[in-house]
């Protein structure tokens, strides 16, 4: 009898969590929900990095493009980024871009993170003109140490006619949006890029 109170208790608890097959987690979809009426970027899943991270599909298209003079001290180079895809799916909004390096070196190493050891895209950010709003590159989490759903950029030194690839996960804008302007680091804002 013991055995089976215990049982029952574990598999109520167990469903409870989401654990159990056909079950919702428990509050992960609310948190979500909430974050994203708050205009902060959301991820698409709470999977591993490893998951999280996978790049969507690449495009070849160039939809938008933007040249600058990029670097520090007395190391500029030249550099065009060309945006390669911006599409909604669902919730979520992905965008594809190359950086290729004109003239001179231009280091991608930690220009386009939130700090100094950040070795990732996560600085770029969506504005909606419209609306008045900024979205953030999504997290595949809440906690402080949660990572971007986004490319790193660790090592990346370009040499002339040298190119990345590059992708950040977003949160979608309104479905009436089909404009948004990209701001990235370095770079600068890439206006009235066209959502697919």
Not at 91 to 113: E, I, K, P
Not at 157 to 173: C, M, N, Q, R
Request: with cysteine.
């Amino acid at each position: 009898m013991r055995k089976t109170f215990a049982l029952a208790v574990a598999a109520i608890a167990l469903a409870g969590c989401g654990v159990l097959p056909g079950q919702q987690g428990g509050g992960g979809e609310e948190r979500q929900t909430r974050a994203a009426a708050e205009g902060q970027a959301t991820p698409a899943s709470t999977a591993p990095q490893e998951q999280a991270s996978s790049a969507p599909p690449q495009q070849t298209e160039v939809i938008a493009s933007r040249e600058a003079k990029v670097g520090g001290g007395d190391t500029y180079g030249k550099a065009r980024v060309d945006v390669t895809g911006l599409k909604r799916q669902g919730r979520t909004l992905s965008l594809t871009w190359t950086v290729t390096a004109l003239d001179g070196d231009v280091n991608l190493h930690n220009g386009l993170g939130s700090g100094p050891l950040d070795f990732t895209v996560s600085s770029v950010s969506l504005i909606d003109p419209v609306n008045a709003k900024r979205y953030r590159v999504a997290r595949n989490g809440t906690d402080q140490g949660a990572a971007c759903v986004c490319s790193g950029t660790q090592g990346q030194f370009l040499k002339p006619g040298e190119a990345s690839t590059l992708y950040a996960v977003f949160a979608a804008p309104p479905a009436d949006v089909t404009k948004i302007n990209i701001e990235m680091p370095m770079f600068g804002v890439i206006t009235d890029v066209p959502i697919s």
